[in-house]
């Protein structure tokens, strides 16, 4: 982190036990619900401390302590320039798909790559784990990757490929990789629950969920368990928008696509997990195959880039753009 930004992310409480108010037991039953900094602390609800059995005034307390500590409160217009100017960018590796993007996957949000099988979304996410330990002139945010893999696709020797295109030893990218397996979307929730530790011992500047939907759509079947699957899902998202903004980490994740039962001409696709997906994920880019063993990817939501596509080719050296052969 930049000297600029440790003055807004000024930390003055190391620990939990430091904040105003927590003892050990309270600190053990702050644990036990996941919030294990005091950068998550920062981002928690009354509701949800005292759902862990702490007393409200308590809870309130040490909220407020807890925010002030992070700078995050509320702020002044300027203030928030200020804040969005923390924001980083890291780079897919691939020239135009940077710009296509404005500069790269920012920090503080979640980015949404979605398309059919094969279309490489697995393969992006794999490149960013690379990428994402670049020194920051290079495009890079010099930090490690945790690595969400619901659908057991990542591949370390596909990492050992990725690397020295970037000139970097591939026995030390894959240290900087935490990955993890989720069996289950309960599973898959209690990793990034778990999670603040490890973002902030191994510093993570890149958050993975491939697939973030999977698990979620082959649980809840059927109409009656659409209502809870969103709700879940819903609150996963926010978890990780939340995990984004305490660490200033980019959050990536996967979906894939099913077809819409009402399109009967062109072959019309949309992405799985609806208007929940839709509002959380604040960058969208759909993956399509194009000819010749293209890839095309399309910016479909940001809130302040116009809509444009770019082709991409999956090579033995990962995802490459047509500028970067
Ligand atoms: P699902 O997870 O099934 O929805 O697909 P995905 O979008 O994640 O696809 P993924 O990123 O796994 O891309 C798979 C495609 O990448 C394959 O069809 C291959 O064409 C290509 N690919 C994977 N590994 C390599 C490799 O080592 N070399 C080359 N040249 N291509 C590869
Ligand atoms: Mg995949």
């Known amino acids: 982190m930049s000297s600029e ?28 619900i996941g919030f294990k900094t005091v950068e998550v602390v ?18 309130e307390k040490l909220i407020t302590a807890a925010r002030k500590s992070m700078a995050i409160t509320f702020v002044r217009g300027d203030e928030l320039v200020k804040l969005r100017s923390s924001m980083r960018h890291l780079t897919t590796g691939c020239v135009s798909l940077d710009r296509l993007l404005g500069g790269g996957i920012e920090s503080q949000s979640i980015t949404e790559f979605y398309g059919e099988f094969g279309t490489g979304k697995s393969q992006i ?23 969400i893999d619901t659908e057991n696709t990542f591949r370390p020797e596909r990492i ?12 030390e990218v894959l240290k900087k990789i935490i990955f993890a397996e989720a069996y289950t ?4 929730v209690v990793l990034l629950e778990n999670a603040d530790e490890v973002i902030k011992e191994n510093n993570i500047r890149l958050i993975v969920v491939d697939s973030v939907t999977s698990h979620f759509r082959s649980e809840y079947l059927g109409r009656e368990m659409l209502a809870p699957r969103q709700q879940e899902l819903n609150k996963h998202l926010h978890k990780l928008i939340r ?15 099913m077809a819409q039962p009402d399109a009967f001409f062109a072959k019309v696709v949309r992405p799985v997990g609806g208007h929940v997906m839709g509002h959380t994920s604040h960058t969208r880019i759909f993956l399509r195959k194009g000819r010749n063993n293209l890839r095309i990817a399309k910016l479909v939501v940001s809130p302040f880039l ?4 770019t082709p991409l080719r999956i090579t033995g050296r990962g995802v490459e753009g047509d500028e970067d052969i």
Do not use: W
């Open 5 to 32: 930004q440790m003055e807004y992310y000024k930390v003055k409480y190391q620990a939990l036990e430091d904040l105003p108010g927590v003892g050990p037991a309270t600190a053990s039953k702050l644990r036990e």
């Open 42 to 59: 920062a981002t928690a609800t009354t509701h949800e401390l005292v759902s862990a059995g702490i007393g409200e005034a308590t809870a």
């Open 125 to 147: 996410c794999q490149q960013l784990c690379v990428t994402v330990q670049l020194p920051y002139e290079r495009g890079g945010l010099e930090g490690g990757a945790l690595y």
């Open 160 to 171: 050992e490929q990725i690397a020295p295109r970037f000139d970097l030893d591939p026995d």
């Open 185 to 188: 979307s309960n599973h898959q």
């Open 243 to 257: 995990l984004s903004r305490a660490f200033n980490t980019s959050v990536v994740v996967t979906n894939q696509v």
């Open 306 to 309: 116009p809509e444009g596509e």
